[in-house]
């Protein structure tokens, strides 16, 4: 698996298009705009965030908190250009923290994979949502987590170990390198993910690709385990909301927790309505539907039920 990881570290740096060698300006100038703005030891091991505080932030009203997680190879900076939170925070006044992954400066990746390391990283979260409380007040019963491709699967397994801190998640071409039957938490927890059709990292029928020789799950099959997860009405519904992009909603789900997938056809491993990654890499951006817009709207519709 170390050996997977390199390979998909390397293919990142063509992916986000770094060179080589920078010349001083330019290095100050891509640390400046990429470094995080907090850290702590967590499990041992120095942990980094980066942090949004909306404008006109008011201490004495309880403040959501979205929680955004990177792609393997990618941090938290590169999340935040790519999914573009930070100007709907300002607008919608919440607040939003991109954690990165382990591996150093730079590139890290999430442990969200079979072996003893991913509960340290379960940990980081849970320990990251108690040091932003300490400073600001934050809603506890609005705390989302979503994340793309790695971060995506880290979000599954966040719905599975903090369910009870954790009122939804989103999903944007998540891989999930976890089977189903490892969730052990039957919490009917809201989902609402987006994948596109010709993601040529996670195959959106599943099946395996450069990134691991590992099978990926189907999309549409993960979101009936989902469904099923929730208890909602077997039969989704099915509705066409642009040209390229067709909805699945599950309803009649337990505690009202929807799951909705977004299927963008002729889409790559890429954010709808994002800033868009290299095509030649890593497909099509679609610019039909913005996914951080209908994540927050479904956030929104969503806080923790209290069992």
């Known amino acids: 698996m170390m050996k997977d ?54 201490s004495t009203r309880s403040t959501p908190l979205v929680i955004s997680m990177h792609g393997a190879g990618l941090w938290g900076a590169a999340q935040k250009e790519t999914s573009q939170w930070n100007a709907l925070a300002d607008r919608e006044r919440f607040i939003v923290v991109y954690p990165s992954g382990v591996g150093g400066n730079g590139i890290r990746v999430w ?18 949502i108690d040091t932003l409380k300490r400073s600001y007040n934050i809603d506890s019963t609005r705390i989302y987590a979503n994340g793309l491709s ?54 959106y029928n599943g099946g395996s690709s450069w990134i691991s020789p590992r099978p990926f799950p189907s999309t549409t099959r993960w979101a009936e385990s989902w469904a099923r997860r929730n208890a909602c009405e077997a039969k989704p519904v ?20 929807a799951v909705v997938l977004y299927t963008v056809h002729g889409g790559g491993h890429t954010w709808p309505g994002g800033k868009p990654l290299p095509e030649w890499f890593v497909g099509r951006t679609t610019r039909s539907i913005d996914a951080t817009s209908l994540m927050w709207a479904f956030f929104r519709e969503h806080p923790l039920v209290r069992r």
Request: charged share 25%.
């Open 5 to 58: 990881r390199r390979v998909v570290l390397g293919a990142t740096l063509a992916l986000i298009g770094l060179p080589v060698v920078m010349v001083p300006i330019e290095a100050v100038s891509f640390y400046s705009a990429n470094r995080d703005s907090g850290s702590f030891v967590s499990s041992g091991e120095k942990r980094d965030y980066l942090l949004h505080v909306p404008n006109g932030y008011d």
């Open 111 to 128: 442990r969200a994979e079979p072996g003893p390391d991913l509960g340290k990283d379960v940990r980081f979260i849970s320990e990251l």
């Open 150 to 203: 790695n971060g995506g699967g880290m979000s599954f397994v966040l719905s599975c170990t903090l369910s009870d801190r954790i009122a939804a998640v989103g999903m944007v071409a998540a891989a999930q390198t976890l089977p189903w039957t490892w969730c052990k938490d039957d919490r009917a927890v809201p989902m609402i993910a987006f994948h596109g059709t010709a993601d040529p990292e996670i195959p």
């Open 238 to 257: 099915e509705s066409k909301v642009a040209a390229d992009v067709t909805r699945r909603t599950y309803t009649k789900c337990a505690d009202d927790a």
